[in-house]
């Protein structure tokens, strides 16, 4: 058991207090920086793959049903989903800039505050983003998918509204949490809704026969389980120093906060995206709904596993901008490289894992031979793919602790959009594979994203970072009182 009392998050380096950590070796201060991080990241990796993996147990259920059934809620799920999850989540992420900061300079009021102003922004962003549901079915036709899985994820995407409406609470409660240290509770949280959602699966494909309406509505209710227990605990004595009720200066800021968020927003949705775009260049491939469905197991696998990374990066912005809040600029550069080794340890694990097992990966989600020999074809690409995306998200969570998240979507768009994608459509062209050419090149873009946070972060100013945290935790309380 982790014993903060002993050795907590965050330590002063007052000059009076930093002899006695002079002598401290390499390896001790390692270990006890490794502590620190997994004690935010275990349960936060823990409960993203939990909400994670109810997305796969739907899709999972979906895949016995039949090859039409998967692919509608492939495409739903890692098309539209995908797009308003990754810019919801980044919208949210502003929270751990924010909320980290001024927990580490010990304004735990703020914190409160901050989550009020993001459930307003979000919500309000979530329901411009609703369009994307209602003419799901047009729009999916329009970019060259099958008619006949356009219909169906249409229909899919309309009862996946309410999982859409959960992201909001869900993203902003569990950041709200994740930066006061309470991250076992959001991983109770999300297992408990994990439990809910595999029983509730089961019901509605198997015993009540409802088909692929039932498994869209068992995910709404999942998530939302997983909304109440956090917003139950939050509100009901859990936080008493930072939830002190609601209050009107939620209302106070929104258009900076908008700003932050949607800097955010852009730098995750564009990310989340990317290898995304496959699914739609699989629509006009011969024999596309194999192809879908062989992609949508591949990207799905990709989505998991990436929910490490994903949780390095929430426990790297969360220790950078405490230690930033709190005036250490040593820790906070110390923490940056000690998240990057540990994430690319189990990066690299997950490659052996997807090497090994690549002929059994498929049949997690379905029984069509075919299927499972395109995936089998695609998985060493997929290994590659995810051991090249076990670095960047960590470098993206010191950008996110410090408030840069505007350059990291600027980097996105550049290493994605500009050099990945058309590189992918060139070398598509070029290889007897047009998914193989593709993904060869987008991974590509991936490089070179890496390579410029790499560069970036390396050049960071660790104690202007510290004075520029410091005067923006000073002028939020002043202009607070």
């Given at each position: ?34 502590k620190k991080l997994w004690h935010i990241a275990g349960p936060s990796i823990f409960s993203r ?222 990310e989340n995206f990317y290898y995304r775009l496959l699914l739609i260049v699989s629509g006009y ?197």
């Amino acid at each position: 058991m982790y014993n903060e009392a002993e050795h907590p998050l965050i330590e002063s380096t007052l000059p009076q207090e930093q002899g006695s950590n002079i002598d401290d070796s390499l390896l001790h201060r390692t270990c006890l920086e490794s502590k620190k991080l997994w004690h935010i990241a275990g349960p936060s990796i823990f409960s993203r793959l939990a909400m994670f993996s109810i997305t796969v147990v739907t899709q999972s259920f979906a895949g016995h049903l039949g090859d039409l059934n998967l692919a509608a809620i492939s495409i739903a799920c890692t098309v539209l989903i995908s797009i308003t999850f990754g810019f919801l989540l980044g919208m949210a992420s502003a929270l751990e800039t924010l909320c980290g900061q001024a927990y580490g300079a010990r304004q735990y009021h703020m914190l409160g505050v901050y989550l009020q102003r993001s459930w307003v922004v979000l919500f309000l962003s979530s329901i411009l983003l609703l369009p994307m549901f209602v003419f799901a079915t047009p729009m999916l036709k329009f970019i060259g998918q099958p008619p006949e899985v356009a219909e169906q994820a249409g229909l899919v995407a309309i009862w996946l509204i309410p999982f859409h409406l959960s992201f909001p609470f869900q993203f902003t409660l569990q950041r709200f949490l994740q930066c006061q240290l309470k991250t076992n509770v959001v991983a109770l949280v999300s297992g408990v809704a994990l439990v809910i959602h595999v029983l509730l699966s089961w019901i509605f494909v198997y015993k009540m026969k409802v088909g692929i309406v039932g498994t869209a509505l068992s995910i709404d209710f999942s998530w939302w389980v997983s909304v109440m227990g956090m917003l139950g605990y939050t509100l009901f004595g859990g936080c008493p120093q930072s939830w002190t009720g609601f209050s009107a200066e939620a209302f106070v800021g929104l258009w900076e906060f908008f700003k932050l968020s949607l800097a955010s927003g852009v730098m995750l949705a564009l990310e989340n995206f990317y290898y995304r775009l496959l699914l739609i260049v699989s629509g006009y491939m011969h024999n596309s709904e194999i192809a879908i469905d062989a992609l949508s197991v591949c990207v799905t696998i990709y989505g998991w596993e990436s929910m490490i990374p994903l949780g390095f990066l929430a426990a790297t912005g969360v220790r950078t901008s405490n230690e930033l809040g709190a005036g250490n600029a040593k820790e906070a550069k110390f923490a940056t490289v000690v998240s990057v080794v540990n994430t690319v340890i189990v990066g690299f694990i997950f490659w052996l894992i997807i090497v090994a097992f690549n002929e059994k990966l498929a049949m997690i989600f379905t029984s069509s031979s075919s299927v499972i020999q395109m995936v089998n074809e695609l998985a060493l690409l997929l290994a590659f793919t995810i051991l090249l995306n076990c670095i960047q998200p960590v470098l993206s969570g010191v950008a996110v602790g410090s408030g840069r998240q505007a350059v990291v979507a600027y980097i996105n768009i550049g290493s994605y959009y500009v050099v990945g994608l058309p590189l992918g459509v060139l070398l598509g062209w070029l290889l007897p594979s047009p998914i193989v050419g593709m993904w060869i090149g987008m991974m590509s873009g991936t490089v070179v994203q890496t390579l410029i946070l790499t560069i970036i972060t390396m050049r960071y100013d660790w104690e202007k970072e510290v004075r520029k945290a410091q005067i923006f935790i000073k002028e939020e309380t002043t202009s607070n009182q």
